[in-house]
């Protein structure tokens, strides 16, 4: 097969594991960039407690509630989505990458909700 034929066979790309390989990266690179604004509030307690009673009275808020979700949901898919590659690439097991993919989703999304319900 010629080089142009392997780069327009897209039935590689509709496999589950390069789902996962996917969502590994772009939930780490979201929890990049939520690092320096996590910082900078955090650095805002550093001029007083006034300063941080802004803050605190700020993550009172809706939105910041479903982005603290979303944020315990993408840290869950990036640390079991990293377990698992390292599972595949350090473990015995050859044929349960389909099921490796499926235990990634739905132990992200039971540690979101699991969040929800312990935050109330």
Known sequence: ??????????????????????LHRVSGLLLACFLPLHFFFL?????????????????DHPMVK???WGLVTLLALHLIGG???LVIEFGIW???RKAWVQVT?????ISGALF????R
């Open 83 to 85: 377990t698992r590659l």
């Open 1 to 22: 097969m010629s080089q142009v034929g392997r780069r327009l066979d897209f039935r590689t790309k509709a496999h589950w594991s390069y789902f996962a390989y996917y």
């Open 43 to 59: 650095s805002r307690s550093l001029f007083g407690e006034a300063e941080l009673g802004r803050y605190l009275q700020f993550t």
């Open 66 to 68: 479903f982005g603290e």
């Open 94 to 96: 050859k044929g349960l």
């Open 116 to 119: 929800l319900i312990l935050s």
């Open 105 to 109: 989703l739905i132990g992200s999304l």
